[in-house]
């Protein structure tokens, strides 16, 4: 999972150590007057545009460390902005609306339980020389739906079979109608990964990616830098612009920002709304803004004590005034979240987002209720930077005024995220982000399905959850969709089975030698566009 950074400058020792760049009384003010006019930002804005030119090696500042190169075996939404250079998809997406567009393939339905992809050149090959053809994208997906280390299944589950029908064509059978499953062939189970480089390397394919993207993997220092180089054979004409990307690791925003200030790195992207005054002020810096689905939230293991009894869970909820969580950590700038969909999205739901104004008075009620009338202690995730440092603060001080006290562990993202996702299960919740999917059904299904990995417990919530998450993918028409969500968004809420906090905005700043960048709704940066002017 990404995260982005609060708006409150640093304290104590560390803000000296961060000159020139703390924010003064003004400098906050500024960002927070402008988180209004940020939120209602129907596309967001981008970078300069103008005529592409070839040549140079674009640094890009990156907030983590990615927790594998591998699409099917990763487990962070931050992991996107370093796999789509290496990887291509099969379908990609409009970066304002995200309506699915073809990628690599085409697809049509001849009938409600086929899909059919069509390659669009016969001529794309992995970077390591070998053809990506239907027989390769028959690989991929058998391999992202039943391999023991792929955290892809529940995205894969309406897939009955995959078949070869011509060197080009794939026939994909259905064990049921999904018209959510192009859209989830734009992300990580449409990434096509060389099978003979998985045959190979084995689980070193989570270090050594072999993808068929406009970028060739030449190496990867941990916490580091990744080096990618032009792939000359790239199946786009004229891509990509540059002849290389280097992504930098600095989780420290202040001195990735410094470090694109100064000319030595290029863009910074997932950055905060309290430096948005700096990047204004600065004559040689432009910035790109774009509202996105990036929810930060509290996840829950639901399916053990405390938070399996549905009063704590309802508790925790009420005791978060959503709208100061906001202006603390995001300077206003983004929205409040009273469920996991935007106000502006087709699936949200007015009536659900008004299920848990702030009232710590009932939530303490609920608790007494739940036979915890001197309240309780939750364990809880969070990392180590300075901004979500800040933020568990204010979640911490907001749940403490109802009597749920919280025994908080801060680390790096991939270690936070392995205990609460992985086998050790360590935390009672987790302090972090949804980082969004182009399609409702993906957010729901990999957050709440039984045994998807962002559902800490693996269980099933209640099976009226199960059928309508299965419902939702059986038709194409949007009100049909909508409706459907909308139980499956009240069940989700009256269930409490997650607190949403509030919706980021995306912030990339860049030197003006940055050319043709374009953010989109999903606030994962592509840098297919991007081109370096002279």
């Given at each position: 999972m990404t ?12 803000a000296?150590?961060?000159?020139p ?11 927070a ?5 940020l ?6 804005l981008?970078?300069a545009?103008?005529a592409?030119?070839k ?6 500042v ?8 591998d ?13 789509w ?10 970066n ?11 697809w ?6 086929t899909l059919?992809l ?31 280390r792929?955290?892809?299944?529940a ?13 080009t064509?794939v026939?994909?059978?259905l ?8 859209a989830?062939?734009t ?11 998985v045959?190979?390397?084995?689980n070193?394919?989570?270090r050594?990616?072999?993808g068929?993207?406009p970028?060739?993997?030449?190496s990867?220092?941990?916490n580091?830098k990744i080096?990618l180089?032009?792939n000359?054979?790239?199946w ?6 540059t ?15 410094r ?7 290029h ?6 709304s309290?430096?948005?005054p ?8 432009t910035?790109?803004?774009?509202p996105t ?17 549905v009063?704590?869970?309802q508790a925790?909820n ?5 709208p100061?969580f ?5 300077g206003?700038?983004?929205?409040p979240a ?8 087709w699936?949200?739901?007015k ?17 007494a ?6 309240g ?13 440092v800040?933020?568990?603060e ?5 749940l ?8 908080l ?28 999917r182009?399609d ?6 990999l957050?709440?399905a ?5 559902n ?14 299965q ?5 194409e ?9 909308s139980k499956?968004q009240r069940?989700?809420m009256?269930q ?13 700043a860049s030197t ?15 840098f297919?566009d ?5």
């Amino acid at each position: 999972m990404t995260h982005a950074t609060d708006p409150t400058g640093p304290t104590g020792p560390q803000a000296a150590a961060l000159s020139p760049l703390t924010l003064s009384r003004r400098d906050l003010l500024l960002a927070a007057l402008s988180g209004a006019a940020l939120a209602a930002l129907p596309g967001g804005l981008a970078l300069a545009q103008g005529a592409p030119r070839k040549g140079g090696v674009i640094r890009i500042v990156a907030p983590a460390n990615p927790s594998s190169l591998d699409p099917a075996t990763g487990g962070a939404g931050s992991d996107h902005s370093s796999l789509w250079p290496i990887y291509d998809t099969l379908m990609e997406w409009e970066n304002d609306t995200l309506k699915v567009i073809p990628g690599m393939a085409e697809w049509t339905t001849p009938d409600p339980q086929t899909l059919l992809l069509k390659l669009r050149s016969d001529k794309i090959k992995f970077h390591d020389g070998t053809p990506m053809d239907a027989e390769a994208v028959k690989f991929n997906l058998d391999r992202n739906r039943s391999d023991a280390r792929s955290n892809l299944k529940a995205d894969l589950s309406s897939i009955a079979s995959v078949e070869v029908a011509s060197p080009t064509e794939v026939r994909i059978k259905l064990n049921q109608p999904d018209a959510a499953l192009p859209a989830i062939l734009t992300d990580r189970a449409g990434m096509m990964i060389s099978p003979k480089a998985v045959k190979e390397f084995g689980n070193e394919s989570d270090r050594k990616p072999v993808g068929a993207g406009p970028w060739k993997f030449v190496s990867w220092a941990d916490n580091d830098k990744i080096l990618l180089t032009r792939n000359e054979t790239y199946w786009k004409p004229n891509k990509p612009y540059t002849d290389g990307v280097e992504i930098l690791i600095i989780p420290d925003q202040a001195t990735g920002l410094r470090s694109v200030t100064s000319g030595q790195n290029h863009m910074i992207y997932n950055l905060s709304s309290r430096y948005k005054p700096l990047v204004d002020k600065a004559k040689n810096l432009t910035l790109a803004t774009s509202p996105t689905l990036y929810c930060f939230q509290i996840y829950f293991n639901y399916s053990r004590a405390p938070l399996n009894n549905v009063k704590v869970r309802q508790a925790i909820n009420l005791a978060i005034d959503r709208p100061a969580f906001l202006r603390a950590t995001l300077g206003g700038m983004g929205e409040p979240a009273y469920m996991l969909m935007p106000a502006s999205h087709w699936a949200y739901d007015k009536q659900v987002a008004t299920l848990y104004p702030y009232d710590p008075a009932r939530a303490k009620k609920l608790l007494a209720e739940a036979g915890m009338p001197n309240g309780l202690e939750i364990t809880m995730g969070s990392y180590n930077d300075q901004d979500s440092v800040r933020r568990a603060e204010v979640i911490m001080e907001m749940l403490g005024k109802a009597g749920i006290r919280v025994k908080l562990t801060n680390g790096s993202i991939a270690e936070i995220s392995g205990q609460f996702f992985g086998t050790e299960k360590k935390f009672d919740s987790l302090l972090s982000a949804w980082t969004g999917r182009p399609d409702p059904s993906m957010t729901y299904s990999l957050g709440f399905a039984k045994g998807a990995y962002y559902n800490a417990g693996r269980s099933e919530a209640s099976p009226e959850l199960t059928a309508l998450l299965q419902e939702s993918r059986t038709r194409e028409d949007l009100e049909f969709r909508k409706q459907v969500f909308s139980k499956i968004q009240r069940i989700v809420m009256e269930q409490a089975l997650v607190a949403p906090l509030a919706f980021r905005a995306e912030l990339v700043a860049s030197t003006q030698q940055v050319k043709g960048f374009k953010p989109n709704l999903l606030g994962k940066p592509k840098f297919d566009d991007v081109w370096l002017a002279s």
